[in-house]
């Protein structure tokens, strides 16, 4: 057990120590930032399909995983002990009309724990929201210069830590709650250039710089259906549901006299702090959108399985009273995943390879913002593979995801991503019977 801990937490910090920029997103722009998928590596490498559940992996979106059937192989008395931690490597082109530039971000994504304790199991663990990275820069429509009019910087985002409770209620049927605690802040600025006659840069520019320290909580539920149709087939479906709730957000602005170097370098000259408590701004609160997930698959346990999932979102429902802009729309949001895996024989004694577990799926996405009245969709296939490790059924996860973010219609970006994902895994028996005294 010391070992995979030791494993584990070499991986979170191999994974923090480039994990820096969170995302490399222009959208991350809007609202509290891009929105991260919640799941393992194993869900995303089946196209983001979170449905299936057994006794040997975390499932992180659907609580109603955390219970279970024993498992046959320890006399149906108990069911392991379960951690699991990953990350992603994603590799970005950003295209326009006007060019193109590529960008990059190693994120941390989840760090979890499930222990089962009888019908009941709990889990509980960390993983990144929302995130926000960005380098923006508009021009000035009125000149053919290249003259730049903004240059807009974020950073930041909302993390959760949960804890959640399952409950077997049946072979068949298990439901359950997490409760999460969102925190985190965003740090964003607008430089807006200014010029002389001759169209050189003045000495001084002016930076307005803001920041938000989000909190709240909000729970999520889950419900799981698992049952035999015949002696081969299982029918395997899943439901979860988050209700709306709030963020506080307390809020900081300032505008500053800078001077901005040839590189780019910026040197504050003078600070004037706003006073967002006239404004009615100093603490706002930010709605997050309820969601609603269903789905269903079948297959062959331990051999294979496809299924098909289906997530909704008020996003409409979002608000954010310290950042408003008219060129951006909130609509409801709807997405769509379809994938499965193989493995060719689970017991095999000669071949490591058919002990593996072969993953792929697809997706398509409706994100929910709307700018410039074009939707920004998403579209990505997946692939995975599941490598033994160790003993009790421990695994590492490889995932490799190929998609596309948004379009190039009415002046936007487009982006082409290839996401690099790996997890850790891994299983142990904590609580066993004594056989004699």
């Known amino acids: 057990m010391i070992k995979k801990l030791v494993l584990v937490f070499i991986a979170v910090f191999a994974i923090n120590s480039y994990g820096q920029e969170g995302t490399a997103?222009?959208?991350s722009f809007y609202g509290i930032g891009s929105l991260k998928f919640r799941g393992t590596v194993e869900n995303?490498?089946?196209?983001?399909?979170?449905?299936?559940?057994?006794s040997i992996h975390v499932n992180l979106r659907n609580p109603a995983s955390y219970a279970g059937k024993n498992l046959d192989m320890l006399g149906g008395e108990s069911r392991p002990v379960k951690f699991t931690v990953g990350g992603t490597y994603s590799d970005?082109?950003?295209e326009s009309n006007s060019g193109s530039a590529k960008a990059s971000s190693t994120t941390f994504d989840y760090l979890a724990l499930s222990i089962p304790m009888g019908k009941f199991g709990f889990g509980f663990g960390l993983l990144p929201y929302t995130s926000v990275g960005?380098?923006?820069e508009s021009l000035d429509d009125n000149y053919t210069d290249g003259r730049i009019s903004n240059r807009f910087k974020g950073e930041g985002g909302l993390n959760k830590a949960f804890l959640g409770f399952g409950y077997q209620i049946t072979d068949k049927l298990s439901v359950g709650i997490d409760?999460?605690?969102?925190f985190g802040n965003i740090q964003n600025s607008n430089i807006a250039f200014a010029y002389d006659d001759d169209g050189n840069p003045t000495q001084y520019q002016t930076?307005?710089?803001?920041?938000?320290?989000?909190?709240?909580l909000n729970v999520n539920l889950g419900l799981s259906y698992k049952t035999m149709i015949n002696s081969d087939l299982e029918l395997v479906t899943g439901a979860t549901y988050t209700p709306q709730s709030n963020l506080s957000s307390k809020n900081e602005r300032s505008i500053s006299a800078i001077i901005v170097s040839s590189t780019g370098t910026e040197a504050v000259v003078n600070t004037i702090e706003t006073d967002l408590e006239s404004l009615g701004l100093l603490e706002t609160d930010l709605v997050l959108p309820s969601k609603f997930s269903i789905g269903a698959g079948i297959g062959k346990p331990r051999k294979w399985f496809v299924g098909i999932e289906s997530e909704y979102q008020t996003t409409s429902n979002f608000s954010n009273d310290l950042y408003t802009s008219t060129a951006v729309k909130y609509e409801n949001a709807a997405s769509v995943s379809i994938g499965g895996f193989y493995i060719p024989q689970y017991n095999s004694?000669?071949?490591?390879?058919k002990r593996a577990v072969y993953r792929a799926g697809l997706h398509y996405e409706n994100t929910g913002l709307n700018i410039e009245n074009e939707s920004i969709n998403e579209f990505g296939i997946s692939f995975g593979v599941g490598l033994p490790v160790g003993s009790f059924f421990s695994n590492a996860n490889l995932g490799l995801e190929l998609g596309k973010r948004g379009t190039t219609n009415s002046n936007l970006i487009q982006e082409n991503f290839i996401n690099f994902q790996i997890s850790l895994s891994l299983n142990d028996r904590w609580f066993q019977k004594r056989k004699y005294d």
């Open 25 to 27: 997103s222009p959208y």
């Open 134 to 136: 960005y380098k923006l």
């Open 92 to 94: 970005v082109k950003l």
């Open 349 to 353: 004694f000669t071949s490591y390879l």
């Open 207 to 216: 930076r307005e710089n803001n920041r938000s320290d989000l909190s709240g």
């Open 179 to 182: 409760a999460q605690y969102n």
């Open 44 to 54: 995303r490498s089946m196209g983001g399909l979170s449905i299936y559940t057994d």
